[in-house]
């Protein structure tokens, strides 16, 4: 089944979209994580109930400290892993049902280290071409002309094809990891920390390289990152996440212009503006990152906020809905809680 054909099923059994080729309903998951061969296994819940939509040519970032639970996220959304309760469509269809071969062909992974995702025993012709060779599209002749042409795009010189990763600067092994994703043309790139590893002179090179290539090609981008610049530069929707929990969702002009979750406001609090006349940004959030095998009762944050209440240590906050944002806080209880009060 190809990716044309995912979509054609889809929509003969009424449930394709065009608008959202990724979708999260009340996706978890959870890990048994011990210490030891004989101690007691405790159960880590790394993402918690998450539902959220990509819509096609956007690119959805999402945000927030180590350990929030953004890269178990990123592997659900690709395939490598399943959902322990929750479902993720793809196209419409639940992702379960799509041989992983075929989630390959509709979605492909840009890893954050490009010192470690590419084989330093292959060329790069050998890296990019090996997509293609595995799910047996095209020849010799035609798989070679296909990694020039995704070279070119992601602008590399042709000399260094038969080159090694050992002979790559970094910028450069990203570009090429970029290209292996891009080669069998996908529609969505999950994109875990692309810049992260690049030094700063050139993240900005790869960013607009993404941002071109994400013109030119109709791409959608799910974008994990803790870095609220590149964020910023590059997102049209952000998702936050804090131990598991969407805590904040919505359009990134209204989060970062006017956010409305005290993590998400201290997130930016923290986020180094460029004028020389500001001072170093202070970051009031208590203490540090709470243990995920030991979450606090009721919301997960409350012993980080500056605005805690009574109720935020005894009650999980339900999700409610503020001017398009969505959002986990008691700071706006849902419409019908305010009702009852």
Known sequence: ??????????????????E??????DVGRTFLVGKGFFSEKKTLRAVQNISLKVRRGEVLAVVGESGCGKTTLAKMLLGLLQPSSGEIFM???????????????????????????????????????LPLKVHNIGDAESQRKRVEEVLEMCEMPKRLVHSYPSQLSGGQRQRVAIARALVMKPEILVCDEPTS????SVQAHILNLLQDLRDELNL??????????????????VAVMYLGRLIEYGPKDQIFNDPKHPYTRA???????????????????GRGFPNPLDPPTGCAFHPRCARVMDVCSKV?????????IKLECHLYPPATQQAAE
């Open 1 to 18: 089944m190809s990716t044309q054909t995912i979509a054609g099923a889809a929509q003969a059994s009424g449930q394709y979209t065009t």
């Open 20 to 25: 959202f080729p990724l979708e999260c309903r």
């Open 91 to 129: 196209e419409g269809m639940p992702i379960n049902e799509v041989d992983i071969r075929q989630i390959a062909r509709h979605v492909q992974p840009v890893f954050q280290d490009p010192y470690s995702s590419l084989n330093p025993r292959k060329t790069i012709e050998s890296i990019v071409s």
């Open 197 to 200: 590893a690049l030094d700063v």
């Open 220 to 237: 959608t981008y799910v974008f994990i990152s803790h870095n609220l610049a590149v964020v910023e530069h590059l997102a049209d929707t």
């Open 267 to 285: 997130l930016l609090d923290s986020f180094l503006t460029p004028d020389p006349t500001q001072d170093v940004p202070e970051i009031a959030m």
């Open 316 to 324: 999980r906050p339900e999700q409610t809905t503020v001017n398009g």
